[in-house]
């Protein structure tokens, strides 16, 4: 059997992997249920039911409205704006739309969806990648490996191709299946406005961005984990990252008063990454005494992101190929 062979059926017959597969299908499945038991597809009984309840809402505005004003010791300035012919509800301020029930628009809202997939198949893809090659360092493994395969780089360079297909392959399908059962939840427990060749671009676009930020991260755990030779390694390095990159980060930039310190986390990246472009702005720059305020901003574009990403995830792989070739395997 070839090696890629074998590391292909070594990464899917893994207990631990079939079953953080199985926990992200049950996560994923569940957010569909939800919006399935919650999306309600709007005809014109709902409408009516709707207006009736903005008439209703605006009737008992208008009778409080009255009271107040009609009653006795009513502040002078509160008489004043009860006789501004401005004053009191208008029955504009209570559109029959707000009283209808939620119904999910697969146009407009499956983006945002796309980037809660993405989110969850990146995190998918960190503990697989950590653990698939930092379990065959601490148990030996690698070693046993190596005895049959002496070539160190070249073997941890097909277990890293085998680990990015995987991932690519549990992406391509899980995405799929995401995708029709919205569609179908849009179809029949929603909306489903007419879908253009350029708003299943946009789907598709943002859909290969979140995919590629899961190979990312797949990448830099399988990097880490090799490189401490432990899954600890790489779980510790996503603690660190959430607790000290972000929070704490977020914390020290804003007691020092750090303009646009959210630059600095990469958090800002990611949400550049999906979005395109994301910006910054400095509200220290206002001076609101002086009325109306401009402040400075910084664009971070997803070129940027892409850099920062792509940069950091070749240091890792280049330390952990480094590690593999010049230290001792024993």
Not at 144 to 167: A, E, H, I, Q
Request: hydrophobic share 50%; proline share 3%; net charge positive.
């Amino acid at each position: 059997m070839s090696l890629v062979n074998a590391e292909r059926r070594r990464l899917f017959k893994r207990r631990f992997t079939r079953l953080m597969l199985i926990v992200v299908v049950g996560i994923l499945s569940a957010i569909a249920v939800g919006f399935v038991l919650n999306s309600h597809r709007n005809g014109p009984a709902e409408r009516a039911a709707a207006e009736a309840q903005a008439r209703q809402m605006y009737e008992q505005q208008v009778v409080m409205f009255r009271e107040q004003c009609s009653s006795t010791g009513v502040d002078p300035r509160m008489k004043e704006y009860c006789e501004s012919p401005e004053a009191g509800p208008r029955p504009e301020h209570f559109q029959a739309q707000w009283y209808m029930p939620y119904e999910f628009n697969f146009r407009k809202e499956f983006g945002v969806l796309i980037m809660v997939f993405s989110g969850i198949l990146a995190l998918l893809a960190y503990v697989v990648g950590a653990s698939y090659v930092g379990a065959e360092w601490s148990t030996g493994g690698m070693m046993n490996l190596l005895l049959w395969r002496p070539r160190r780089v070249p073997v941890l360079l097909t277990k890293l191709g085998t680990l990015l297909g995987g991932v690519l392959g549990i992406g391509l399908v899980l995405g799929a299946a995401w995708t029709t059962a919205f569609w179908l939840i849009g179809k029949y427990d929603g909306r489903s406005d007419p879908m253009t060749a350029g708003a299943w671009r946009s789907f598709a676009i943002t859909g290969a961005r979140g995919l590629g930020l899961a190979l990312l991260v797949a990448a830099v755990a399988f990097g880490l984990a090799s490189l401490g030779r432990h899954t600890a390694m790489a779980l510790g390095v996503a603690v660190g990252v959430v607790v000290v990159g972000e929070i704490g980060m977020r914390i020290l930039l804003e007691l020092m008063q750090v303009r646009m310190g959210d630059r600095y986390l990469l958090s800002t990246y990611a949400l550049a990454w999906f979005n395109k472009r994301w910006t910054l702005f400095d509200w220290r720059s206002c001076e609101f005494v002086m009325g109306e305020c401009r402040p400075q901003e910084l664009l971070i574009t997803w070129q940027q992101s892409a850099f920062v990403f792509g940069v950091g995830t070749a240091l890792v792989l280049t330390l952990a190929f480094w590690a593999m070739h010049r230290r001792d395997v024993t």
